[in-house]
């Protein structure tokens, strides 16, 4: 096929956005794409491997659970996959004990030794809050009022510090609000509908979506902005501010890494336990055996994981988000809003925190509106419809 055609475009990044991006616009519209992506595989961070050793399938770049009230997306994704059922369910390695996360009437009755029923612990627990806090205006404050001093500093204020770098008071109220605060007896640490695992990996996952003949795939092929020349449109999906070459600044990242070891047997009983002591410098570990109740393995494989400022050879993460990442983000919109012929989707190019199934609802949506501009031949939207 003739590259410049209306038909080919260039799709920069082998995740999930770009994956569902190609299939929709193959699929819905005839589309055919070129889809490159700088590393040795597809999938990105979600990237899954069969480890040599103990045959476990390990989460390569860290742990992902898929976990959605949208039922379209869980769809979709079945549609490629055969989900192994999987709750995630999370515990807290405190100097009091090993307590259930998120914090639940068992974490509650637990922590404080009492019997309480849900009406006596919503009570208790309300009894607790820091009532002076009107409008919590950072994430100490939102935890103080609706937790108490006890739980905040047991649970959250060791593992946020060490997780951003940064004391809580310096983070926005918003990252509390996702961690939910049960009065039964619920450990589930999702609340979505849908919840599961690919059994066989999400590589695999994604290379079923990106298996069309419509769609190539190139490994190992950075990005140059001169490619876009031989493309009638380009969806990039990587760093917006490296595609600008940080002219404006670096957007501030959280990146992790992990000391992996080999053992035999079961190293801890469960796949994600989290360490909220500042006496220890990791976060959390991670036992991936776990994550594939289905399967059986002799041998396991752990993850110890530890959080850091992500610096130029960094992989990123997790956006900060602070006030000078939003001005910095403001002005990459604004450059970018001035060209023609180039989309900016997924959670790198828009610099939010999403999850999968926001990143796939996300392509999904967007796919049906960039057919349906390039249809009537106006200009798409340079970024999916969200919030700045």
Known sequence: MTRNSSSHVLIVGAGFSGAVLARELAEKAGISSLVIDQRDHIGGNCH???????????HVYGPHIFNTSNKEVWDYVQRFCTMGPYINRVKANIDRGVFSMPINLHTINQFFGKRLNPSEARAFVGSLGDQTIKEPANFEEQALKFLGRDLYEAFFYGYTKKQWGCEPRELPAAILKRLPVRFNYDDNYYSSKYQGIPQEGYTALIESIFDHPMIEVKLN????????????????????????????GRLGYRTVFWEKKTTEGDFQGNAVINYPSMDVSHTRIHEHKHF??????????????????????D??????????????????????????????????????????????????????AWIQ???????????????S
């Open 373 to 387: 501009c390039n249809q009537a031949e106006t200009k798409p939207p340079v970024f999916p419809n969200q919030e």
């Open 48 to 58: 899954t491997a069969r480890d040599h050793e103990t045959g476990v399938m390990e």
């Open 221 to 248: 092929t950075p990005f140059e902005r001169t490619m876009q020349s031989e493309f009638s449109h380009t969806f990039f999906t990587g760093p917006i501010d490296e595609y600008f070459g940080f002219s404006e």
């Open 292 to 313: 594939a109740p289905w399967e059986e393995h002799e041998k396991t494989i752990v993850f110890t994981e530890f959080s850091k400022e992500t610096g130029a050879e």
């Open 315 to 368: 992989i990123p993460y997790y956006p900060k988000r602070l006030d000078r990442d939003k001005g910095l983000l403001l002005r990459y919109r604004a450059l970018a809003e001035e060209l023609n012929g180039i989309s900016f989707l997924g959670r790198l190019a828009t610099y939010r925190y999403m999850d999968m199934h926001h990143v796939i609802g996300e392509a999904l949506e967007y796919s049906k």
